[in-house]
C-alpha cells in the first residue's frame, strides 16, 4: 500500500519541474522566433510571409490554448518516463561509458531523428484519415495560417500520439540523457520553424541542392495550406519515397525565398 503515497510523492516533487521545462522550452522557442520575424520586418530583412493573408488575434489565442494544453501532457508523459526510470522499466545510460561511447552517442542521435521522423510521417497521414481527422488533427489545421505558436496546438489524442514517441524509443534504445535533451531541442526548433510563415531557408534548402532533404518552413505550410501533401517533419525522405511531396514544392519554395517584405516602419518612415 505504500506505492501509491511513494508514487503520489515523486509526482508532486518532480512533476513540476517537467511542468516548467517543457513549457519554458515552447514559450522560448516560439517567442524568439516570433520576435526574429517582426525585427526582421521592421529592419526589411529577409522575404515577406508565405501567405498572402495574415493570421488573426484570435489565430494566436486559439493556437497558445492549444500549446499550452499540450504542454501540460508533455509534461505527464515527461514524468512518466521519469518514474519509469525511477522504478527500473526503463534504463538511461548516464555516463558516456554506460552508453557506449561517442560513436554510440552519435549514432542514436542520428538514430533517434531518422525514427521520429518515420514516426511522425506514418502517424500523421494515419491522422489525415477519415477514422482520425475529425477527433484528432482537425484541431491542428485550424491553423490555415500558422505562426510559430502553432507549434504544439494539438487535439488531446494528436498531442498524445506525438509524446509517446519517446517513451517508445527509449524502451527500445538506451539513450544518454544529452541525446535526449538535444533531440528535444531539435525538435522544438524545427517546430517553430516549420510554422513560422515566412522563409529564411537559404537556396541551399531547395529540392536538389546540398540541403535539399532537409525540409523547410515552405515544405509545411503548403502542408497547412492545402491538408493533402507534405507529411514529413526533418526530412523530405518519406514524402518523395511515397509521392506525398508537393508537386510545386520547389517552384513555391523559390517563390517564398524572393517574395518581396511589404514596407517595413523603419523603412516608411524614411521614405
Given at each position: ?11 508532486l516533487r518532480?512533476?513540476?519541474a ?20 517582426l ?8 522575404p ?6 495574415r ?15 499540450s ?25 558516456v ?8 552517442i ?20 494515419l ?6 481527422w ?20 494539438f487535439?488531446i ?20 540523457p544529452?541525446?535526449?535533451s ?5 525538435m522544438?526548433v ?6 513560422a ?10 529540392p ?20 493533402r ?8 525522405f518519406w ?10 514544392y520547389?517552384q513555391?519554395?523559390l ?14 518612415a524614411?521614405?
Amino acid at each position: 500500500m505504500a506505492v501509491v503515497p511513494s508514487a503520489l510523492e515523486l509526482f508532486l516533487r518532480v512533476w513540476p519541474a517537467i511542468f516548467l521545462v517543457d513549457l519554458g522550452q515552447y514559450v522560448v522557442a516560439a517567442a524568439v522566433m516570433a520576435l526574429l520575424i517582426l525585427v526582421a520586418a521592421w529592419l526589411g530583412f529577409g522575404p515577406g510571409p508565405i501567405q498572402a493573408k495574415r493570421p488573426k488575434g484570435r489565430d494566436y489565442s486559439r493556437e497558445i490554448g492549444l500549446s499550452l494544453r499540450s504542454v501540460l501532457i508533455f509534461s505527464l508523459n515527461g514524468f512518466g518516463i521519469y518514474a519509469a526510470m525511477e522504478f527500473g522499466l526503463v534504463a538511461i545510460p548516464l555516463t558516456v561509458e554506460a552508453a557506449g561511447g561517442w560513436v554510440a552517442i552519435v549514432a542514436t542521435f542520428i538514430g533517434i531523428l531518422l525514427a521520429h521522423d518515420a514516426w511522425f510521417y506514418w502517424t500523421h497521414r494515419l491522422m489525415h484519415g477519415p477514422a482520425m481527422w475529425r477527433r484528432v488533427h482537425q484541431a491542428h489545421h485550424r491553423s490555415h495560417v500558422p505562426t510559430p505558436f502553432a507549434a504544439y496546438a494539438f487535439g488531446i489524442g494528436e498531442a498524445w500520439v506525438q509524446a509517446i514517441f519517446l517513451p517508445l524509443f527509449l524502451l527500445i534504445v538506451p539513450t544518454h540523457p544529452g541525446v535526449i535533451s538535444l533531440f528535444m531541442l531539435v525538435m522544438i526548433v524545427r517546430n517553430v520553424m516549420g510554422h513560422a510563415g515566412v522563409e529564411f531557408h537559404p537556396a541551399i534548402f531547395a529540392p536538389g541542392r546540398a540541403l535539399g532533404w532537409l525540409t523547410t518552413t515552405t515544405h509545411h505550410d503548403l502542408h497547412h495550406q492545402t491538408g493533402r501533401w507534405n507529411f514529413g517533419f526533418y526530412f523530405t525522405f518519406w514524402d518523395r519515397l511515397m509521392g506525398t511531396e508537393h508537386p510545386d514544392y520547389a517552384q513555391r519554395f523559390l517563390e517564398a525565398r524572393l517574395r518581396k517584405r511589404p514596407l517595413g516602419a523603419q523603412e516608411a518612415a524614411t521614405r
